[in-house]
């Protein structure tokens, strides 16, 4: 019985975990690796320009992807809230 004042924090804390599964997972792209032999980086040129090209696409969608996440944690920290005034609501402060 002594551990009944701990059962609002075991559910909060376990509804956040529960939906930290449904968040993205954005993960940043490597940055291109460039050659500091002036004649390796004019040798390959051509796959260094592509990774360059490669990275600036990637990077573009990685921000929108931090961009969605934190759109999508604004929005459930505002329902876990309201959550939390309803069960206040519910039980008393």
């Known amino acids: 019985m002594k551990l009944l004042h701990l059962v609002p924090q075991v559910i909060l804390l376990s509804a956040l975990l529960g939906?930290?599964?449904n968040?993205?997972?954005?993960?940043?792209?490597?940055?291109?690796f460039v050659p500091n032999d002036p004649q390796a980086a004019q040798e390959y040129a051509n796959l260094i320009r592509n990774d360059?090209?490669?990275y600036i696409q990637d990077i573009q969608s990685y921000l929108r992807c931090l961009d969605?996440?934190?759109a999508r944690?604004?929005?459930?920290?505002?329902?876990?809230?309201?959550?939390?005034?309803?069960?206040?609501?519910l039980v008393g402060p």
């Open 68 to 70: 969605e996440e934190r």
């Open 23 to 32: 968040s993205a997972t954005c993960l940043a792209p490597q940055r291109p």
């Open 19 to 21: 939906s930290s599964a």
């Open 73 to 89: 944690a604004f929005q459930e920290a505002r329902e876990v809230s309201e959550e939390y005034g309803r069960f206040h609501g």
């Open 52 to 54: 360059f090209e490669i």
